[in-house]
């Protein structure tokens, strides 16, 4: 069974700072995908970011950016030039390759503030 | 096109109520999935269709819940008599195989 680890239960910067929020996973499979997903107040759950296991090349979509670090397990995303519409509940989610149920974490609250 | 959607979004069962939760996916979609979201959780996979084909019903919590799919395309979650632990909100995902799944807005359960 996969294990997701979201250390920081809550988070808040100023706008325009940089935010790292951390994840950690466990697995003995060797094909996967890693996820984030932005739940905003009271809203639908948005694919923020992907990884997949066998690219080295970290994930970068416009102002987020992953630290993937396969042997230590651990998948970060970096929030750069931070705005008020980021303010949301971040889930860190892991999938077996092909296709398969998510496993999330419990999520981090991330608060920017003006 | 239109993304996923799930009705009701707000229910209100007595506990010892049958439920149906409904969820149209994105067409084409060939998977489908439901989880269950309690509060302040991250969500918790509760079932997985191909087409049809329910391919995995691992975490459905209990035999009070049932899942259907009968075309491929329309979902059904179902939960009989419920309780009060059954309220959360249940979120349905949609997926082309090996993509990225796409949510709806969820259900909100509340058993009283």
């Known amino acids: 069974a996969q294990t997701v680890t979201q250390s920081q239960p809550e988070m808040s910067v100023q706008e325009a700072e940089t935010v790292t929020l951390s994840c950690t996973y466990d697995t003995s499979e060797n094909n996967y995908y890693l996820f984030w997903y932005k739940q905003p107040p009271s809203r639908q759950m948005i694919l923020v970011i992907r990884?997949?296991?066998?690219?080295?090349q970290n994930a970068t979509e416009n102002r987020f950016s992953v630290n993937f670090q396969k042997a230590a397990k651990s998948f970060s995303l970096k929030i750069s030039d931070s705005q008020l519409g980021d303010t949301a509940m971040y889930f860190c989610a892991f999938m077996r390759g092909g296709a398969d149920g998510l496993t999330f974490g419990k999520g981090t609250h991330l608060i920017i503030q003006p | 096109g239109a993304g996923v959607s799930q009705s009701p979004r707000y229910k209100v069962a007595k506990r010892g109520q049958d439920v149906a939760l409904r969820c149209d996916p994105i067409?084409?979609?060939?998977?489908l999935f439901w989880y269950q979201q309690a509060l302040g959780q991250g969500p918790e996979f509760l079932t997985y269709f191909q087409n049809e084909a329910q391919l995995d019903k691992s975490g459905l919590p209990s035999d009070r819940f049932f899942a259907e799919r009968p075309e491929g395309s329309v979902s059904t979650l179902k939960i009989q008599r419920t309780q009060q632990e059954d309220s959360a909100v249940y979120l349905c995902?949609?997926?082309?195989?090996?993509?990225?799944?796409?949510f709806g807005p969820g259900t909100r359960l509340t058993v009283l």
């Open positions: 067409s084409g979609h060939v998977s």
């Open positions: 995902a949609s997926s082309l195989v090996y993509n990225e799944q796409f």
């Open positions: 990884q997949e296991a066998y690219k080295q």
